[in-house]
Structures are given as C-alpha cells and as structure tokens.
T-cell receptor, first 115, second 111 residues
C-alpha cells in the first residue's frame, strides 16, 4: 500500500525473544495505529498515537510497547514474545489528530509467528 | 455482547446477484461507520464510509445506516467473482479515530 510501509513482512521468533515492528508513513498524517488480526476475530487495536510524542493504549496492549519518535514513524515492540502473540500486525494512519470521520489507511502487514 | 457483530459466513451468491452484508453494533454513541474489503493475505481496503442515517451509493456498492436500530449494511449489486473477499464492518466514536471492527463476513461469488 502506497504511503504506509511496514517492516519486516514476515518474522519467526522463539518464545522469549524480543523484536520491534516498524511502521513509516509519508502522507504527513498525524494519527497512527497498531492492530493485530487473529483468525475469525477481526482487527483489535493494540496502541495508537494521536500525534508525535503521544501514545495511548487500545483494546489489547498487554505485552507490547510503542514509540512515536517523529511524525513519520510508529514502532511496536515485543519485549518477551509469547506464542499468543502469533498474529498479523497492521499499522494504519489517519490524517487528522482529532477526528472521528476519517478512514484509516493500512500498511501491508507483518506476519509474525512465535514458536 | 460484542461491540460490533457480523455473521462470519461464508455468504455464497451467484454471479450477478445482490450480496447483502449486515452489521449490528452496541454503542449508540458511534458516529462513523466503515466497510473494508480484505482479500486473503492482504490488508483491509476501504470501500464505503457512512455517517448519517439512510443510504449512500457508490457504483455497485450501497451502504445503509439505521442508528435507531443500530445496524449498518452493505449491498453489492451485480456481484462479481472478484468481489469474493472478507468484508469488515468498523465504527468509530469520540475524537481519537480509533476503529472497532467486527469479525468480518466472508463472501463467495460463484461464476
């Protein structure tokens, strides 16, 4: 998807390992979001950032940390990976910082498996 | 009760038919409603948004919103095999832009 780039696209980890998922956008959007998608459960919000330097918890934040160091980048960190965190992770952005009627633009996703 | 509920399907329709996808929600304060299409192994793609009661048409797609009854639906006319995908209903409330998704309905359009 043009504008929202996620890296890596695939990753296999062992239980207890740590890693950071990267998301970068070049659309000058203010708000960024991290979701996870598990089979049959739709997307669930992990963390979001309304603007540079601010972050807030979503529905399923346990086991994750985030960092919004600048407007372009929003990273998601797993400090000690667990098999329950096996999922597809999507980053998304919205143009405004205080909006309720803007659609979100999604990256291509990171497919993460934890053994 | 889930905040956003969809029938997971699969919903199977013949090519050329109308596909009707439904979504109910529990939060009466929800303000914005979205339909995303997701092909297998791909990311969600926005196809419709609706904010006020009534119908909104865009090509072969019509979104319908009824806030009193707390449901939103998506009609796909002249369904094509390329419409076969999972359709995700999502809504937002407040001013954070956070989306709450349903589990998605899988649509199969058979030639």
């Amino acid at each position: 998807n043009a504008g929202v780039t996620q890296t890596p696209k695939f990753q296999v980890l062992k239980t207890g390992q740590s890693m950071t998922l990267q998301c970068a956008q070049d659309m000058n959007h203010n708000s960024m979001y991290w979701y996870r998608q598990d089979p049959g459960m739709g997307l669930r919000l992990i963390y979001y950032s309304a603007s540079e330097g601010t972050t807030d918890k979503g529905e399923v934040p346990n086991g994750y940390n985030v960092s919004r160091l600048n407007k372009r980048e929003f990273s998601l960190r797993l400090e000690s990976a667990a098999p329950s965190q096996t999922s597809v992770y999507f980053c998304a952005t919205i143009q405004g910082s205080s909006i309720s009627n803007q659609p979100q633009h999604f990256g291509d996703g990171t497919r993460l498996s934890i053994l | 009760q889930k905040e956003v509920e969809q029938n997971s399907g699969p919903l199977s329709v013949p090519e050329g038919a109308i596909a009707s996808l439904n979504c109910t929600y529990s939060d009466r304060g929800s303000q914005s409603f979205f339909w995303y299409r997701q092909y297998s192994g791909k990311s969600p793609e926005l196809i419709m948004s609706i904010y006020s009661n009534g119908d909104k048409e865009d090509g072969r797609f019509t979104a319908q919103l009824n806030k009193a009854s707390q449901y939103v639906s998506l009609l796909i006319r002249d369904s094509q095999p390329s419409d076969s995908a999972t359709y995700l209903c999502a809504l937002s409330s407040g001013n954070t832009g956070k989306l709450i998704f349903g589990q998605g309905t899988t649509l199969q359009v058979k030639p």
